[in-house]
């Protein structure tokens, strides 16, 4: 597989600007949604974005 993922930790804003091109980032939402934030994200990384969120009743074994 061609697959690669990365795992980053530090403030997001930074992190984002320094992190490899992807051609698809993966983000989780808070609960608390902010559009101006999933609109400037893809500009930040250069490249889509799918951001997901979840009930928080999931359970699942990985």
Known sequence: SMTEFY???GEFKQV???APR???NIFGLASQLSFDF???VPQQVRS???FIGDSGQE???V
């Open 16 to 18: 984002t600007e320094t």
């Open 48 to 50: 889509s974005c799918l």
């Open 7 to 9: 795992v980053l930790e």
């Open 22 to 24: 992807a051609d698809i």
């Open 59 to 61: 359970s699942a074994l």
């Open 38 to 40: 999933m609109r400037s």
